[in-house]
């Protein structure tokens, strides 16, 4: 069977989808949403940056594209500063009757006890018109909900359930998410949009209330932590130059809480410079999503990440975007309403094989 699905954006993520349906046999690409004008009109293999053509052109004509009632729409577009414009994108593809997988808000990972209220239109649109949604990435997403969870499961004993990402973020050229959102290359005493308080728990409050969902366990609550270092010197990352003294290593965690302990854990280290900070965890390989269990016994399990292009950051994005692409048949075939990584089937790559 093949599954007839548009996508929405062709950014850092989206580029990364168009490719993935391309790849899938399964899956016929047969529209595009761009916010761009200037895209418009372009084929979207190009866009993409996959040297040739689709023959589906870019539009920005969002009617246009729900007309072709497709089987699904793979949303990527950016969502963390027009959270409310998104949530309302997603309602309206919902209601219309068609199936959806994205990539954020990624608070919808997992709302329930973290934003029950702020999901439950995207919910109920879900359920109006008969589809399913599944937002999801690889953190959020598959590093932290279904690695862990695989991982759990030849467990004897689970004392505690950390997730870490721990990454150099020099080569991710997304400006507005290191400097504005998450403060890099700005001054140390100025606390950025990330690090306001509760604001790491609307991100990533998901992966700790998937987890405790997952292990059987009531959460008491969810805390935050963090702390970051200077730059030592003036340097240039891929979105741009980071002076002397201002902020180029983060390091936080979530941690919930279960009779008085922190149980599950889910800690960032996130870099502009390989030579920040060496008393934080260090990755495997250029960078890793690392799942560690305490308890009987010792689990340690890193999933390394590197593109073809030599970059650890490509593939993370590529990961995002082929966590939600590969799902689509089997949200499709679900229940209507909001599903999770714990509802899904496991996802494969069938028919990716290439001899």
């Known amino acids: 069977m093949s599954y007839r ?5 062709t950014g850092n993520v989206g580029k990364h989808a168009i490719a993935g349906i391309d790849a899938n046999p399964e899956l016929e690409l047969v529209g595009c949403f761009v916010s761009n004008p200037e895209k418009a009109g372009k084929d979207v293999g190009q866009l993409a940056g996959l040297g040739r053509d689709l023959g589906v052109l870019a539009t920005t004509d969002a009617d246009e594209l729900l007309a072709l009632k497709p089987d699904c729409i793979v949303h990527t577009a950016w969502a963390d500063t027009r959270l409310m414009e998104a949530l309302g994108d997603l309602q309206r593809f919902l209601r219309a009757g068609i199936n959806v997988v994205s990539s954020s808000p990624v608070f919808l990972q ?33 590093g932290n909900d279904q690695l862990p969870l695989v991982m ?73 932590w963090y702390e ?25 965690e979530l941690r919930g809480i279960v009779d008085g302990k922190a149980v599950i854990v889910l800690e960032h280290v996130t870099r502009l410079h390989d030579d920040l900070a060496p008393e934080w965890p260090q990755p495997a390989g250029q960078g890793c999503y690392r799942v560690r269990i305490t308890g009987e ?51 494969t790559g069938k028919g990716l094989v290439r001899t």
């Not at 699905?5 to 954006?9: G, K, L, N, R, T």
């Not at 970051?228 to 936080?252: N, T």
């Not at 939600?324 to 496991?346: F, K, S």
């Open 228 to 252: 970051r270092v200077p730059a030592p010197f003036d340097f240039e990352v891929d979105a741009g130059p980071v002076p002397e003294g201002s902020v180029a290593g983060l390091h936080f």
């Open 297 to 347: 016994p010792m689990y340690t399990v890193d999933m390394q990440m590197l593109g073809t292009d030599g970059d650890h950051n490509t593939a993370g994005l590529k990961a995002t975007a082929m966590r939600i692409v590969n799902a689509i048949p089997a949200v499709v075939a679900g229940e209507p309403g909001l599903l999770t990584a714990l509802d899904l089937p496991l996802i």
């Open 152 to 224: 759990t499961g030849v467990s004897e004993r689970i004392e505690e359930l950390r997730c870490y990402e721990i990454l150099n973020y020099a080569t991710y050229d997304q400006a507005e998410v290191l400097f504005d959102v998450m403060g890099f290359a700005r001054p140390m005493d100025e606390v950025p949009f990330l690090l306001q308080p509760g604001v790491p728990t609307l991100a990533w409050g998901s992966v700790i209330a998937q987890l405790a969902a997952g292990l059987g366990l009531e959460l008491e609550r969810i805390e935050e």
């Open 5 to 9: 699905v548009v996508q929405w954006s």
């Open 110 to 142: 997992y709302p329930y006890g973290v934003a029950d209220a702020m999901a439950e239109p995207v919910i109920e649109a879900a359920k109006a018109g008969g589809v399913s949604i599944f937002v999801n990435g690889v953190d959020p997403g598959f």
